[in-house]
């Protein structure tokens, strides 16, 4: 049987396809640089092809080179599966667990969520990332989270997804914004002072599948990086926006008496859900984990 190449030989090129610098890659790889880059020649002689470009000012992956990169991540993700699955087997319901968090979702559910987990999973450490989806899913691809936290739609093909919960995008708008207070659905709104999150959150995405704006790469309209941004936008009176349930019943919104909520027809929806890897073996801590998010959502 030929010689095959090394889990360690794929990290190393993995590492070195996020870096594109050997130091860096060696840095974060715990080994010098001379082992990294012996690493990825013997992984190159056994492949028989040139995986990565070299010149002094440049590194970059070859064609053969980013289609091993992406065949070594399902690699390495089924690798680190298999060793969660001996210690589900062994002692099941322990050891570290990597939960994303999509940023409008979080802020909501994490002292519930760490508190619960805390109670029925005691011998569980959770560890958060939050970042948007996009950046959640594909780090729970490669293995490097074991479940991720985000609304649906999104593209979620070859995972498990679990709902956790349904909920519809709310009108929040200024007292003083006549027009929007009195609209009963989304016909009835100036959406040229619809305000928006930025790019690459999928609440934006959301709220725009509904709502007719027309051009969107030449939309100047006002974004915010974040929610409570949003919110203040709003009390600002600089516009209205949509917000989901999950951020109605907080302090953003509760205290600020300049603020009007209100349902509206034709408005979009959300569906918060669990995900992760169909080859994930932590089916338990998944089961526990979507039942914990299911309650303090119902009770939200």
Do not use: W
């Not at 089961?287 to 939200?300: A, F, H, R």
């Amino acid at each position: 049987m030929a010689a095959l190449p090394s889990l360690r030989q794929l990290s190393y090129l993995v590492t070195l396809s996020e870096t594109l610098h050997f130091t860096e890659a060696a840095r974060r790889s715990f080994v010098t640089q001379s082992t990294l880059s012996g690493g990825i020649m013997e992984l190159e002689r056994l492949l028989g092809g040139v995986l990565v470009e070299r010149d002094r000012q440049n590194v970059r992956l070859t064609p053969l080179g980013e289609q091993v990169v992406a065949r070594a991540r399902v690699l390495l993700a089924d690798a680190q599966d298999l060793m969660r699955l001996s210690r589900e087997m062994s002692e099941p319901l322990t050891g570290d667990l990597h939960l994303g968090i999509i940023p409008t979702i979080a802020p909501f559910i994490l002292a519930q969520l760490l508190n619960e987990v805390h109670k029925q999973l005691p011998k569980i450490q959770l560890h958060l990332h939050e970042a948007q989806s996009e950046r959640i899913v594909e780090r729970l691809e490669h293995g490097n989270l074991d479940m991720v936290v985000l609304a649906l739609p999104f593209d979620t093909r070859g995972l498990k997804v679990a709902e956790i919960k349904k909920e519809n995008l709310f009108l929040v708008c200024h007292k003083s914004d006549h027009v929007s207070m009195n609209a009963n659905s989304l016909d009835q709104l100036d959406l040229s002072h619809l305000m928006l999150l930025e790019e690459g959150h999928c609440l934006r995405d959301h709220t725009l599948s509904a709502c007719p704006i027309g051009e969107r790469k030449n939309d100047h309209r006002l974004k915010a990086s974040s929610l409570p941004t949003l919110v203040e936008m709003v009390s600002a009176n600089l516009g209205f926006t949509l917000l989901p349930e999950i951020a109605l019943h907080t302090n953003m919104i509760k205290a600020n008496p300049d603020l009007v909520i209100k349902s509206i027809n034709s408005a979009p929806s959300r569906t918060l859900a669990l995900v992760t890897r169909k080859s994930t073996p932590l089916h338990s801590e998944f089961d526990v984990l979507l039942q914990i998010l299911q309650k303090i959502t119902q009770d939200l």
